[in-house]
């Protein structure tokens, strides 16, 4: 595959007000070591059931006889903080060994570490490089996070980074360039983004405290599923535009911003056969091509009864419409016997070759 978003750990030093997810957020005591049992438990399964090989082939660069080139894929290891202690000895550095163990000799992998950033020392970023990780990422430049409201806090706090990365012998990602090349730099790289305006993001999923807090300013017209992190190509795996979204209990989902359900569970079965099992199904399909509103064509619901179930009132009263909401009535309405049956089938195929 191209690439896969895993959420680690729940835990987060933070408790962003614009944040997709409720779960993230700091936890003490007996709350904390939950999470960070929930991730040790099951962070071998999940590996154990990743695809043989992270590569893939590259549709956007062909070769001029009409070939592929066959490409280095990323896994994207996030959290809540993937870096906070004791997250980051006992879930992230783990992971990372583990993931290049599957992988060295697959072709290999590339090893993406997301974080706020504001924990880094120049100490993380050698472990994270002897452990082999291609890019640290970080994600927080935006208003939204406490102590970084503004440009010119933004501005020195990556200044800083910047100097504690280029000590360690990285280089800045040209992934700001808006191109796929970024892809096929070779690492050590460091990168910043965060949900400011001009950002994929920017206008804030509606999902967690970003929705409950009423910051979501996408409309009818912004289809998140269509760009980068949603579920466009996420089931045309072995080509380029395909990713998919993992939790730390192993549900996996077909975008980031997560659909009402997951399609499967990584501690169970193979993330291929959860894929492959989806394969032809109308409403997947429509997701894979970037396009809900058509998911529910096959089960009586039109275009426009899709934009209907797609309007709904924020928890601030405002008047709000966009497709992920009518996705999520899909799912709650129609959609769940379909993901068990689906799930049944793989199961009945699992014994059966048993």
């Given at each position: 595959?191209?690439?896969?978003?895993?959420v680690?750990?729940?835990?987060?030093?933070?408790?962003?007000?614009?944040?997709?997810?409720?779960?993230f957020?700091?936890?003490?005591r007996?709350?904390?070591?939950?999470?960070?049992a929930?991730?040790?438990?099951?962070?071998?399964?999940?590996?154990?059931?990743?695809?043989?090989t992270?590569?893939?082939?590259?549709?956007?660069?062909?070769?001029?006889d009409?070939?592929?080139?066959?490409?280095v894929?990323?896994?994207?290891?996030?959290?809540?903080?993937?870096?906070?202690?004791?997250?980051?000895?006992?879930?992230?550095?783990p992971?990372?060994?583990?993931?290049?163990?599957?992988?060295?000799?697959?072709?290999?992998?590339?090893?993406v570490?997301?974080?706020t950033?504001?924990l880094?020392?120049?100490?993380?970023?050698?472990?994270?490089?002897?452990?082999?990780?291609?890019?640290?990422?970080?994600?927080?430049?935006?208003d939204?996070?406490?102590?970084?409201?503004?440009?010119?806090?933004?501005?020195a706090?990556?200044?800083?980074?910047?100097?504690?990365?280029?000590?360690?012998?990285?280089?800045e990602?040209g992934?700001?360039?808006?191109?796929r090349?970024?892809?096929?730099?070779?690492?050590?790289?460091?990168?910043?983004?965060?949900?400011?305006?001009?950002?994929?993001?920017?206008?804030?999923?509606?999902?967690?405290?970003?929705?409950?807090?009423?910051?979501?300013?996408?409309?009818?017209?912004d289809?998140?599923?269509?760009?980068?992190?949603?579920?466009?190509?996420?089931?045309?795996?072995?080509?380029s535009?395909?990713?998919?979204?993992?939790?730390?209990?192993?549900?996996?989902?077909?975008?980031?911003?997560?659909?009402?359900?997951?399609?499967?569970?990584?501690?169970?079965?193979?993330?291929?056969?959860?894929?492959?099992?989806?394969?032809g199904?109308?409403?997947?399909?429509?997701?894979?091509?970037?396009?809900?509103?058509?998911?529910?064509?096959?089960?009586?619901?039109?275009?426009?009864?899709?934009?209907?179930?797609?309007?709904?009132?924020?928890?601030?009263?405002?008047?709000?419409?966009?497709?992920?909401?009518?996705?999520?009535r899909?799912?709650?309405?129609?959609?769940a016997?379909?993901?068990?049956?689906?799930?049944?089938r793989r199961r009945?195929?699992?014994?059966?070759?048993?």
């Amino acid at each position: 595959m191209e690439s896969i978003y895993w959420v680690m750990a729940w835990a987060c030093h933070r408790k962003c007000k614009h944040c997709y997810e409720d779960r993230f957020r700091p936890y003490v005591r007996g709350a904390l070591e939950a999470v960070l049992a929930e991730a040790e438990r099951n962070a071998p399964r999940i590996i154990a059931n990743l695809p043989e090989t992270m590569t893939y082939l590259d549709m956007t660069d062909p070769r001029a006889d009409g070939t592929l080139p066959r490409k280095v894929g990323r896994v994207i290891l996030s959290g809540g903080e993937s870096l906070m202690d004791p997250v980051r000895e006992r879930v992230t550095y783990p992971v990372i060994e583990q993931l290049m163990a599957k992988y060295r000799d697959a072709g290999g992998v590339k090893i993406v570490v997301q974080t706020t950033g504001d924990l880094l020392t120049p100490e993380i970023v050698d472990d994270l490089l002897a452990r082999g990780v291609w890019m640290i990422s970080v994600a927080s430049i935006d208003d939204y996070h406490v102590g970084l409201e503004g440009e010119a806090k933004q501005k020195a706090f990556i200044a800083k980074l910047t100097a504690m990365f280029e000590a360690a012998g990285m280089s800045e990602s040209g992934i700001a360039s808006h191109t796929r090349k970024w892809l096929d730099e070779p690492g050590p790289l460091f990168s910043f983004f965060g949900a400011s305006p001009d950002a994929w993001i920017g206008k804030i999923w509606p999902r967690g405290r970003g929705w409950a807090n009423g910051l979501s300013t996408a409309t009818i017209a912004d289809n998140f599923c269509a760009r980068w992190s949603g579920a466009a190509n996420f089931l045309n795996h072995g080509y380029s535009g395909s990713e998919v979204s993992i939790e730390p209990d192993g549900a996996v989902y077909p975008c980031c911003l997560k659909t009402k359900l997951p399609i499967g569970n990584l501690t169970e079965e193979g993330l291929i056969e959860i894929l492959d099992s989806l394969a032809g199904d109308a409403v997947y399909e429509a997701l894979n091509a970037g396009q809900p509103q058509r998911m529910g064509l096959a089960d009586g619901w039109s275009i426009e009864t899709f934009l209907e179930k797609s309007r709904t009132t924020d928890p601030k009263g405002k008047p709000y419409a966009n497709l992920c909401i009518g996705c999520d009535r899909f799912h709650e309405e129609v959609l769940a016997p379909r993901i068990e049956a689906a799930a049944a089938r793989r199961r009945k195929l699992k014994v059966a070759a048993e």
